[in-house]
């Protein structure tokens, strides 16, 4: 059973596991929790050195009795409390995801993962069924399908405006990890262990759950070259994959981690036989429409011509840019109704917050490819 | 005598004027200072309109105790509750700026004012005098000085990268005003009495102020054509400007309202002897540089070969976009930081926020600017 | 009288005044008119260095006695030859062009002259006589009015896609001259004596020329400072116009040569009460094309969407890149149509070639702005 | 025994076989050859349609008796002529190069061979054996690597700007083929018989071709899906290539002639463990490059800090385009200087010429992307 949510608008009371001082993607959840005054964090297993994550809790403002150093005591106190937490960002390593996702499922407290969701099939398998069992939400955090113009690309798609599709390019090129590295961001994210792979779990997961949001198309089967490029490198750190989708679409997948010159450059261009679509994550604001026959079109966010059911995810007129933050914003502020709609009878079903069931699929997607790489390429089937 | 500011990192206690429902400006100033956690908007005179204001400000969580429909009521109440607000948020239109700057910066509270300053040079000269009366801060948010890349190039210019700055052309087209209009945002921006001046105090002044902060150069003279194309509008929606720099530079100025085909095209480009630097707003984590005699480079926000001081003010990763609001957010953190300094003894001198004088400044700017106009562009000095 | 031009297909016989070895716009005259096959070089009066004008004729294949170093001997042969050179292509320095001109079109043969027209007024005038004189054509390269995208832009405007035109920007921008230089092209450009002006002649007079050829609109009167920037330079090395137009409109034009990071910037920006268009020189196979209220497209040469009529000046499909040279060619190309069909009773009135006209008013554009710039940037009009 | 050639700098006088009325690449050939005056044409055999042969050989201003209608009757007039052509282009459907080029080859006339080489391997053989019977230079032209910013990024690659290559992504995407077609240049292109291949053969070819020539690497194998979007086409209208390439690298190729919004979009991105380098046809005189670890400089054909080179590829200065015939020109015109220097000893080897193995290793990889294709994208070798 879930824990009764608040009926006013008041902020969702948030914690957090992971995100401790130095982290990168916990400061990210807690802005993009913050930007629209939708949630307010009161606890946290930030850490799970006890000084750091207490460090951490101070630096934040949390009250001491609500700053733990171990996640199931967080869960279970803050169950406990009147007053506990009705959501909790998971924002650890993916090897740690699976733990806490389970102890606060099992508590009806909703669940905000990271992804991708686990850094082993067993351990995603163990998410789902604990997901299964609880009546609290599971919101997995692949935040680019929270772009306005991402939005407007898969309505575009929807309503036939790119016709039948036939031929999609994605890709993630990076060059952070060019050469060997330890610092902290790197050290989990090449650690078989930890990360459970390389770029194509990391990034690659983005690009291929970002190419069946738009398309509304899944992958039916793939073909996938994993390489490591890097001396001395555990995981993969570039990865080419061939595609055949539903209703005969093909497509290429490219991730990699040594591109040197691309800082966080995720690509999608989609051709049907009526339009192509073309965006770059480093551009969210733009999408170019082209339709058969017609000159290109710059279609930009709350720009002239844009149909107003983007409104919602956006904060302030065209030309006037926002960015990441806002885009992973969109996605906590949709968390925030959906958990108040919850509530009340609503369903996540009703949202187009990625689910558990969007996690099983990156992780049959990472499956998928480490099986086609062992297999010198082969085509393996990606069960729907 | 300023108020007691907190000693500990605990939010800035902040109230509003102006910024009830359907504002633009308003809610900016409210997710800027939501952002980075370090004001809570505790207080609000959202509306003249009493049950608009209270609507805003239940909409907003305030208590009901400190919505006001007053501005006046609410600096006195505030000035004496013990925990009353340590800063004001002012963003109505122009002309609504002098008087609850006055009530609050008298009673020692911080003032956070939407530019331009003023409507008039009279009610300016009532600001400054109010704000060198009082202890407290008068900080005018020209939030496109905060943006990274800004501040990149001002300190670039400063080191000398540039050499003798010669040639300097900013612009600042929109398109939003080409035809008649009479919704909100646009109707008290094209009257006279409440705007004080069309393009070229709502868009102009941006453009001067940012040019004179990134070059460090003061502007001497400029000769200035102001034009109203759209029948029937009362202020200019286009201002071209001839510009004569410190140090013999020599500039030209565009602001137009009535640009089709840009949006919120803010952009400089500065030429000395030794490099140059292009910037444009609509992709602000971007700077191009060129040393005479080299290739272009394309500098970018957390990139390869970026100086370290930018940190501060940036959030993530290059590559993952920052936007608008995390430009304008630097500021009110900056805010932040410069209003717990003071309890301390430090200086609003020792920070890049604009102040009262960048105010003033401005509007003499725009007064030149009509005194040129109106004198078939004539050169006309602005005082340094 | 004009000699009898060919009334087959056969290419028109040239000569070439100027352009001997290591000149620039020589060779590029060169290119344009052999790149259609309309033109055969035959004769040529290359340098008025003896030895320098055989090997140059030598070099480019010319018979022996086809080989002069005196124009007026030329001019006097060819006319004199059954096979004589049909017109001639003026591309010596500014202060050379006068007297060539007057020489070949006292004897019918055509004129094609680089621009600006001449040096000083006095010349421009006495060219005028001359062809005012003569049955034969005057054609000044303004080559940039021959590119495909400049012709649309110009047919759009006179449909009146962009409304009533209100506010142009116009600007030529290099840095080649950001540092003093003695090397050829250099030295006779930054000569008073040889160039009659700077920046202002040599870069903007193309600026002046293409505004009033797209947007159909004469400039009547300009507001101008002139500057040299670089110690020892004897003319302008940027110019900074406001311009008044017909009709109302406004606008600035910037002429630099000392502006780093910008090699051949010629750019337009046009916006009317409808629409507007931007096009950049750099990338001269694209046009931006705005509707009021609707998405910017990307209108490209040959591209889908595009209209027929520009089929005769492009030569391969879209995407398929042409260039300066190609755009040159279209000139030439024209030319070559008029000069025969001048033969037969057609006019250069009926081509958009530039003409003498356009020479003189590109004269007095240049005499306006130094008239301006000495004068404290008063307004001077530009007779139409 | 090759013809004799010219000893002077007269141009070389060439014929055609292919090229009449309405068609695209022959008309590129003449102009391409035309652009530096290298070549004068002077016979043709431009249709096997009599009549039409004859209007566009006189269109062209050909000698009525170098007008032919069979070219094996050309090749028999021009070889036995004292002035007859000392080299031919071949410019007719794939099917129709090998029986020509024997022809010529057979004779000493050197031979230029648009690509690929043949429609089938069996013709392409044949024309390998004329060519190692003949003393005659067989030239392949792959314009696409006459580009000046191609010619700078092979050397800077070979000069070990990139360090060792490690990622390579090329691709080369149209829209023209989207719908079913039967205009000229679709219907042969789309005919098995007469082209051999769809994409992978038409443009495929040029990017695999182009992506050897800058790397200095070859394919060794790859794993191919070909696929025919367009109901009733009979050729491949998208491809989709997994390469491993020597020295251990990656890559991903793409041809498309159905991606709706691209025109003529042939993209290199090529990423090493030092640098990345990016170039786009469209775009042809700019070229990206990153060294790791530094900012993205974007380099320009004769921009600043271009190496000296390139000069010989190049006619005019930064900022002033060259497109598409200027690098098809260069082909030309180093084929021209190549023909002189063969008939003093000089040898193909000594240029960068595309040679008859460039011709017989692009029926290779077609064909391998075909068995490729047809066994379920496994992998094929590349032999050497």
């Known amino acids: 059973m879930a824990r009764t949510v608040s009926d006013t608008q008041a ?13 990168f993607i916990g400061a990210v959840h807690r802005m993009a929790a913050r930007l629209d005054g939708q949630f307010q964090l009161v606890a946290g297993a930030l850490s799970s050195d006890p000084a750091r994550a207490r460090a ?26 009147p007053d ?36 082993t099939p067993g351990q995603a398998q163990a998410m789902a ?23 407007a690309a898969r309505s575009m798609i929807a309503e036939g405006k790119l016709g039948q599709l036939r031929v999609v390019q994605v890709e993630y090129a990076q060059d952070w990890l060019t050469e060997a590295a330890d610092f902290k961001q ?57 595609l055949r989708l539903q209703q005969g679409a093909r497509g290429q997948l490219w991730a990699s981690q040594v591109a040197v010159g691309r800082e966080n ?51 302030i007129p065209a030309g006037h840019p926002e960015g990441y933050l806002e885009g992973f914003a969109n996605l906590y502020t949709e968390a925030a109704r959906a958990i108040r709609a919850h509530g009340t009878g609503g369903s996540q079903a009703q949202t187009l917050l990625p689910t558990i069931e969007d996690g099983r699929r990156g992780m049959a997607f990472i499956a998928a490819c ?15």
Chains 1, 2, 3, 4 share one sequence.
């Open 11 to 23: 902020p969702v009371r948030l914690g957090m596991v992971g995100g401790g001082e130095g982290a």
């Open 56 to 81: 951490s809790g101070q630096a934040l403002g949390l009250a001491e009795d609500r700053i733990y150093d171990d996640f199931t005591a967080m869960a279970e106190a803050e169950a406990a409390r």
């Open 84 to 119: 506990g937490i009705e959501a909790v960002s998971i924002v650890t390593p993916n090897h740690m995801h699976a733990a806490p996702a389970q102890a606060f499922l099992a508590r009806g407290i909703h669940v905000i993962c990271d992804k991708p969701m686990a850094a």
């Open 129 to 151: 069924q604990a997901a299964a069992g609880s009546d609290a939400l599971f919101i997995l955090t692949h935040n680019y399908t929270a772009y306005p113009m991402i939005r």
């Open 186 to 242: 790197a050290a989990w994210r090449t650690d078989p262990a930890r990360a459970g792979a390389g770029a194509i779990g990391d990034i690659g997961t983005h690009a291929f759950n970002l190419l069946e949001f738009v398309t509304g198309l899944q992958i039916e089967s793939l073909a996938a070259e994993l390489h490591s490029f890097v001396p001395g490198r555990a995981v993969d750190d570039n990865a080419h994959v061939m």
């Open 265 to 315: 450059g995720l690509r999608l261009r989609l051709h049907g036989d009526k339009g192509g679509l073309e965006w770059d994550q480093e551009e969210p604001d733009r999408l170019w429409f082209t339709r058969f026959g017609e000159p290109r079109r710059l279609l930009t966010r709350n720009g002239a011509g844009m149909p107003e059911p983007l409104q919602p995810l956006t904060r």
């Open 370 to 384: 480490q099986t086609s790489s062992a297999q010198d390429a082969a085509w393996v089937s990606l069960d729907p």
